[in-house]
């Protein structure tokens, strides 16, 4: 396919550029994690997207094509669960043969790596996140509203670990009264084994997880816990724009971050778009409404239109939701984070 035009990397209207893309790969998911997909909206009678819903990995792989040619460097796949899509180390080899993109990351709940993690090293991922948010097994049932444990999450990061990834992060998303004990036992746990711990403030994306202020743990007081144990030292960024406050433990024994997207907003150096499985485009998190590609797609659209298409979302993008939250903006319709990735 022949690469568009090289163009200079547009900016949105503060001056953002683009440099990374997430990318949605299925709405669905093997967990109803409270906070993002409660069982009591998404049950057995939910419908998903049909898979004729689904962006194709050849139509994912031209949107990734055209964002690389505006300045992507990093692409994101998520879900839902992205592990549920089949084949997607076939669409990984796709990705990684694209001109501009320097990195493949991928986020995901662990259950399935222990299958998974060989073939998605194989292909072309360079870093897996995986999501833990508590080591008790109780605790972490009644988040994820599945009987799973602790210990096969565990087993998927060392999966991981056993196939070669040496980047491996685990991001906690801390609720006050729910899983808040917990914030030591995951340091303690962490600490020494080269895995880079993440805690996560609960954020209010979508409107179906009960979001309140009042269970929001801020990334200060969580930083706090850690240190009055393990003293800590600030770390500098890895990048402009990263969302972790990065520290070190003061022993050596690791690093540690943690993301405040309520309590210390950082829109103003979000570099980042997002793919929903039905070809939407997204220009934040928490937006309401997305910009179609599918139908461009899938009347014959040429690479260059598409790239065309996205320099002109983002050179109109304006979003900056969590720096001016408010408690209407919260009540407002929001798209649900598991049709997007977090």
């Given at each position: 396919m022949p690469e568009p035009e090289t163009i200079s990397a547009p900016t949105d209207t503060h001056g953002r550029p683009m440099h990374d893309l997430r990318i949605s790969v299925t709405d669905r998911c093997n967990l109803r994690c409270t906070y993002c997909m409660p069982e009591e909206h998404f049950g057995e009678k939910y419908e998903f997207l049909q898979r004729s819903d689904l962006l194709s990995f050849e139509e994912i792989a031209m949107v990734a094509r055209a964002a690389a040619a505006l300045g992507v460097k990093k692409l994101r796949l998520t879900g839902g669960e992205p592990l549920l899509r089949r084949d997607l180390p076939v669409l990984v080899g796709m990705l990684r043969e694209i001109p501009g993109i320097e990195d493949i990351a991928l986020t995901t709940n662990g259950l399935l790596l222990p299958q998974l993690a060989q073939p998605l090293k194989d292909a072309g991922v360079d870093r897996i996140t995986v999501s833990?948010?508590?080591?008790?097994?109780?605790?972490l049932e009644r988040i994820s509203g599945r009987p799973i444990t602790s210990a096969q999450v565990l087993a998927g990061i060392d999966a991981a670990r056993d196939a070669g990834f040496t980047k491996l992060k685990v991001n906690a998303v801390v609720q006050r009264g729910v899983n808040d004990d917990q914030i030591l036992p995951l340091a303690e746990h962490f600490r020494g084994?080269?895995?880079?711990?993440?805690?996560?403030?609960?954020?209010?994306?979508?409107?179906?997880?009960?979001?309140?202020?009042?269970?929001?743990?801020?990334a200060a007081e969580l930083r706090d816990v850690i240190a009055a144990r393990y003293p800590l030292e600030?770390?500098?960024?890895?990048?402009?724009?990263?969302?972790?406050?990065?520290?070190?433990?003061?022993?050596?024994?690791?690093?540690?971050?943690?993301?405040?997207s309520v309590t210390q907003p950082f829109c103003r150096d979000c570099t980042r778009l997002r793919l929903a499985p039905d070809g939407d485009v997204y220009t934040c998190l928490f937006a309401g409404q997305g910009h179609p590609l599918k139908p461009m797609l899938r009347a014959g659209a040429t690479l260059a239109t598409i790239t065309d298409k996205l320099r002109g979302i983002w050179t109109h993008r304006s979003d900056r939701y969590s720096e001016i939250r408010t408690e209407a903006s919260v009540r407002s319709e929001k798209v649900e984070m598991y049709h997007i990735g977090g």
């Open positions: 833990l948010d508590c080591l008790d097994d109780a605790i084994t080269g895995v880079i711990l993440r805690f996560i403030e609960f954020m209010d994306v979508g409107t179906l997880n009960h979001w309140n202020l009042a269970a929001v743990v801020p600030v770390t500098a960024p890895n990048y402009a724009g990263e969302v972790a406050a990065r520290y070190r433990y003061a022993d050596g024994q690791g690093e540690i971050g943690f993301i405040s």
